[in-house]
């Protein structure tokens, strides 16, 4: 039973099966072939794996990242980031950089920080001199920085997952975050710079844009803060974030029409319905490795080794790394969040601390060839050859894994700021 729940996953991804009929498949074989139990307990586990009062956040802030992004709010938070560094040497891509970590805090889909971000930037970044490697590049890794600042779908799933408090998880990734964009900066500020771009600080273009922005900052304000000083949950806080949306891109700055919003809200239905499949079917696949003793085995297996816990976690980072290579981070942190939270408690990890390591590690996946989502999307947008684009993200990788192992290795990054609010 084991193996066939290890290899047929494999073989199937490796025909290019879609990764919900995979795991469906795998599923409905082992309980035909290898289980003694009643057919029907297959779609009770996956209606049961649905029943989540937390899960509702996800269509929530799917739909409240799409339409800020096609209300306008984007682009003027993206005027708001470069009147504040416009003068700094890099200050575009900067600019850049600072507008994806403004909007994770928005929007916990690193697909929509690809189409938000990109669409703004990506011809300027062009026109200012940079090359489509470094630009395009620059896009697509940043926007990883979503799954980490709060609100991030990434953890939401996770928490659900490991039945691990989402606002804590929310709390935990905030440093992690900071520490992977101050790591691009730094390699952005050693980037060689257009000369048209550095423009110096003004006040008044200041005062403009922060007046123009202060809608798009006031989510912000609504999600966090209602959070964190416990007057909603996160859940609550994504319904009042809809509606708090609804009202600024309609009524305030009059971007969005009600056909307009039929639209998004459908777009934002079809995304809902692409995720909470994969739920539904990866909630069947973990039941049966609970059930099968493979969770409890593979933690058993992990404790009788007698190594050291940070070379466990390696191990564990390389597995991440490699999957998120692979699958959506949806998809890998459902199937195997089940499997590690037991080897990690083995081991003494906080299950907070490993819910940022698992997501950090997906997250890395959604810019690393050959299958990375944000890839995909930004190739759709703008039609960059996947050679170019491959040879820019090279050094964000490479800088990423290093942000990863400081995260790693640093429970503080992670334990802080949780340990100050709950």
Known sequence: ??????????????????????????????????????TTITHQIMFSSLDR???????????????MFRGGVASRLLRWVASMIGWVRGSLPLTTLGMTTVFSAISGATTAAVAAVG???????????????????????AAAIDN???????????????????????????????????????????????????????WPEFLRATREGVWGL????????????????????????????????MLVHREV???QLFEIAARSMYVTAQVFVIVAVAGLYAWLLTTGGVAHSA???????????WAILVVIN??????????????????????????????????????????????????????GLNIFVFQALFRVPSAVLYQGLVPFIVLALAALALVTHIPALSLWIPGLLF
């Open 1 to 38: 039973m084991i193996w066939v729940m290890v290899l047929a996953p494999v073989v199937l991804l490796g025909l290019g099966f879609p990764i919900f009929l995979i795991l469906l498949a795998t599923s409905a074989a082992v309980l035909v072939v290898f289980l003694d139990v009643p």
């Open 53 to 67: 009062f937390a899960l509702l956040a996800v269509p929530f802030f799917i739909f409240t990242g799409e339409l």
């Open 119 to 141: 669409s703004t930037t990506y011809r300027q970044l062009r026109e200012t001199g940079y090359s489509d490697r470094f630009a395009s590049a620059l896009i697509t890794s």
């Open 148 to 202: 980490l600042i709060p609100p991030s779908l990434g953890f939401i799933i996770y928490g659900v997952a490991s039945d691990t408090s989402i606002a804590a998880l929310f709390a935990a990734g905030i440093i992690p975050g900071l520490v992977l964009a101050g790591f691009f900066g730094a390699y952005i500020s050693a980037h060689p710079t257009g000369s048209r771009e550095t423009q110096p600080f003004a």
């Open 218 to 249: 006031g989510a912000i304000v609504i999600i966090l803060g209602g959070i964190y000083s416990g007057v909603f949950s996160p859940t609550e806080a994504a319904g009042i974030a809809c509606v708090y949306s609804i009202i600024v891109t």
């Open 257 to 259: 029409s009600l056909r």
């Open 299 to 309: 933690a058993s297996f992990v404790a009788g080794l007698h190594v050291p816990g």
């Open 318 to 371: 390389l597995l991440l790394l490699f999957v998120g290579c692979f699958i959506d981070t949806a998809s890998a942190m459902l199937v195997l969040t089940p499997l590690l939270v037991p080897i990690a408690k083995t081991i003494g990890i906080d299950p907070i601390h490993f819910g940022v390591i698992v997501v950090m590690n997906l997250s890395i996946g959604t810019f690393t060839p050959p299958f």
